[in-house]
């Protein structure tokens, strides 16, 4: 099985970007133990701030991977070619955040993607990757 992880803006900066909600663990360090929990997974990761290449590599991957989480950080709130592009890949895709968005400010309450995705978690730190990955695999 082969499993995306895609993360959109300002996600580089995890470990360093607001610990009190983000939390203090670099995505990349994080990594390492969450393909080692899953070692029969094929674990890809990708990262950008830019909206395009986020399209750009889900299109790529989105017919060849059984899977993709997503956590596009703010493009969640704006996006309908996001949106969009999830509507037209070949595999499931997971929406992801790190922290509940409904408990922060209202304009992250609503999501543009979550009627593409097949399914949104959301609040639980890091693991909320971890949680998107069992989704996958109990759909597999």
């Given amino acids: 099985m082969k499993i995306q992880i895609i993360n959109g803006p300002n996600l580089n900066l995890l470990g360093r970007r607001e610990p009190g909600i983000y939390g203090s663990t670099a995505f990349e360090a994080f990594l390492p133990a969450l393909r080692a929990k899953y070692p029969d997974v094929e674990i890809d990761y990708f ?24 956590n596009a950080g703010a493009y969640t709130h704006t996006s309908i070619a996001l949106y969009d592009c999830i509507r037209s890949l070949g595999c499931p895709v997971i929406e992801v955040h790190i922290s509940n968005v409904h408990q922060r400010e209202e304009f992250r309450h609503k999501s543009m993607i979550s009627a593409a995705c097949k399914g949104v978690i959301c609040g639980f730190g890091l693991d909320s990757y971890r949680l998107g990955i069992e989704a996958l695999l109990s759909r597999a």
């Fill in 47 to 70: 990262q950008s701030n830019v909206e395009g290449e986020l399209i750009n590599k889900m299109q790529e991957v989105g017919f060849s991977c059984d899977g993709i989480v997503l």
